[in-house]
């Protein structure tokens, strides 16, 4: 089985889960999930551990795994950040849209790895790298088994959408305008997963994967649906200023059940107006200081950005 390519160690270090009651209603699997940044300082969310983590996958984020193996087999594998970091300087400034550079992509990309357990076939920087940019319009793509016996296994292919902007309804609208273009797109977009086999190496796992899926085993079953992966980063909307450090503790949690319940009808509205309803939906929230100016700095900051690069 493809295994996931991120180094998530320190995931629960970084984030923590708060819990809700609230579900998508899909007639398919779903997970709507709301996050947290785990340390809070003075009434802020402490970026650095999330700026980081980001640093330590940015080359699992940029680079396919037998790329990162040749690198590797080269005894070169301490360059891989660096590399990675020279494409996407070239692919665009940091938090530029549609480039692979925004925050809200590469989260996209870890959550779905390490939340929902699914591997990464191609990031976006990957998909914006080669000919497949002018073809794909998803934020990320990724492989979810869903197990079975022996000889019938399912798996659905995730596309993504991902957006942070400062008010959490505004991101949904946004997100769901981008699924909506992927499903326009949809026939290419599986396209670019099947011709997956030829493109890569041989050997590649992913290549080898998906083949497995693509053109089984005469005496296999296999079933593939696809599916959404939806990343939502919002700001807060607290002010710290008002509170003493440990109510504001209290109140961040309470503050994000409250936007999900009343962000939650108009996810829905939108699932079911693109016809979505029975298609799975995996959908990730997480709250920022200032989403806006956040997500610019962290990228900034992971990007080195005001460094030369070659």
Do not use: C
Not at 93 to 108: F, P, R
Request: overall charge negative; glycine content about 8%; charged content about 25%.
């Amino acid at each position: 089985m493809l295994k996931k390519s991120i180094n998530d160690k320190r995931f629960n270090e970084i984030f923590v889960e708060v819990p809700h009651s609230e579900s998508l209603g899909q007639h398919a699997n779903e997970q709507l999930k709301l996050f947290k940044l785990k340390e809070v300082i003075s009434n802020r969310f402490s970026k650095a551990k999330l700026q980081q983590f980001l640093g330590w996958n940015i080359g699992q984020y940029v680079f396919s795994r037998s790329q990162i193996e040749q690198f590797v087999v080269d005894g070169n594998a301490f360059s891989v950040g660096v590399e990675a970091l020279d494409i996407m300087h070239k692919n665009g400034s940091a938090d530029e849209k549609g480039t692979g550079n925004e925050v809200g992509e590469i989260l996209l990309y870890a959550f779905l790895e390490s939340v929902l357990g699914a591997p990464k076939i191609y990031s976006k920087v990957e998909l914006n790298v080669t000919a497949k940019s002018d073809k794909s319009v998803s934020d990320g793509m990724h492989l979810l088994s869903l197990g079975g016996n022996g000889d019938v296994l399912s798996y659905e292919m995730v596309f993504g959408a991902s957006s942070v902007v400062g008010d959490i309804g505004i991101a949904i609208d946004e997100a769901f305008e981008h699924i909506s273009r992927i499903e326009r797109n949809s026939a290419a977009e599986i396209q670019i997963v099947d011709n997956t086999i030829f493109e890569l190496p041989e050997k590649d796992p992913v290549a080898m994967q998906l083949k497995e899926i693509i053109t089984p085993d005469p005496n296999k079953t296999i079933n593939r649906d696809t599916a959404y992966g939806v990343f939502l980063g919002y700001t807060l909307g607290l002010d710290g200023e008002k509170y003493s450090s440990s109510e504001y503790r209290e109140l961040i949690d309470k503050k994000m059940t409250s936007d999900i319940n009343h962000a939650l009808p108009a996810i829905k509205d939108k699932i079911k107006d693109l016809g979505l309803t029975n298609r799975s939906f995996y959908v990730y929230i997480l709250p920022f200081d200032d989403a806006e100016d956040d997500k610019k700095s962290i990228m900034q900051n992971i990007m080195r950005e005001g460094e030369e690069h070659a």
